[in-house]
């Protein structure tokens, strides 16, 4: 396949995903510290050494912590949308205009032998956005920080073979648990996360007949666990009359060890 990816850290405490082709080489976010990078791209058997960029999603501390530090040490452009530029420059530290660039939400932007298209979430960013990867007819889709999943993103994202999606918590967990009621409200909302039952709803409208792998993503330390998720997604999925197990599969993304690399 000429089309792979790796979910290197997924959830709370920090998002990381790897996408390369052939010829390019993509880190989606870059959420944990440079060192706790480094070492999940040693466990997912690659090398930093060997990246082209890093793909901004929204400026939460989850998804830049580490982007200026890889930036600088590895000589890496960032690419975001002018908005999020702006929310995050002064927490990625100083770097000179040539590894600075734009990636507007709304558009297509060709890597070397990849397309990839940016499109917009409801989330309490600046302006949160996430990625399609495009290769020979293989398409990965890749999206978390959502309060919900719009018909349009559906759209979007409909048709791919591959999907990190977020799965953040389970409504009883989150209703039951510590939280105060203020930070219960922001994740329940149209601009906060999506939960294990939203999740299984939206991807009933995505999936198509064809085999699909999902990753589930950016699950809650507090609020989820990965059998909670992957039951209740399973059998919202199973309900609405899909095949989980033989034509959609069902995988788990954890926030320090990466998940294998994989064909999409």
């Given at each position: 396949?000429?089309?792979?990816?790796?979910?290197?850290?997924?959830?709370?405490?920090?998002?990381?995903?790897?996408?390369?082709?052939?010829?390019?080489?993509?880190?989606?976010?870059a959420g944990l510290s440079g060192k706790k990078l480094e070492e999940c791209f040693t466990k997912a058997g690659l090398s930093p050494e060997k990246l082209d960029g890093i793909l901004i999603t929204h400026e939460h501390s989850d998804h830049i912590?580490?982007?200026?530090?890889?930036?600088?040490?590895?000589?890496?452009?960032?690419?975001?949308?002018?908005r999020t530029w702006k929310a995050m420059e002064k927490h990625v530290g100083?770097?000179?205009?040539?590894?600075?660039?734009?990636?507007?939400?709304?558009?297509v932007k060709t890597f070397a032998d990849m397309d990839v298209e940016?499109?917009?979430?409801?989330?309490?960013?600046?302006?949160?956005?996430?990625?399609?990867?495009?290769?020979?007819?293989?398409?990965?889709?890749?999206?978390?920080?959502t309060g919900y999943v719009s018909e349009r993103i559906k759209g979007i994202t409909k048709g791919a073979q591959s999907f990190v999606f977020e799965s953040n918590h389970d409504m009883?967990?989150?209703?039951?648990?510590?939280?105060?009621?203020?930070?219960?409200?922001?994740?329940?909302?149209?601009e906060g996360h999506v939960s294990n039952e939203?999740?299984?709803?939206?991807?009933?409208?995505?999936?198509?007949?064809?085999p699909a792998n999902v990753y589930l993503a950016h699950l809650s330390l507090d609020n989820n666990m990965k059998d909670i998720a992957r039951m209740t997604v399973q059998q919202t999925l199973e309900d609405k009359g899909f095949a989980v197990g033989r034509q959609i599969k069902l995988y788990d993304t954890d926030p320090y060890s990466p998940t294998s690399l994989t064909d999409v």
């Open positions: 396949m000429s089309l792979r990816f790796s979910v290197l850290a997924s959830g709370s405490t920090g998002n990381a995903i790897y996408v390369e082709t052939d010829n390019q080489r993509l880190l989606i976010d912590k580490g982007a200026g530090i890889m930036a600088r040490r590895y000589n890496l452009p960032i690419y975001a949308n002018d100083e770097l000179p205009l040539d590894q600075k660039f734009h990636f507007e939400t709304g558009v940016s499109f917009g979430v409801s989330h309490d960013a600046a302006e949160p956005m996430f990625f399609t990867f495009h290769k020979d007819g293989r398409k990965l889709a890749i999206v978390t920080d009883n967990m989150l209703r039951m648990g510590r939280y105060p009621w203020n930070v219960k409200r922001r994740i329940l909302g149209d939203d999740a299984g709803l939206a991807l009933a409208d995505i999936l198509t007949d064809g």
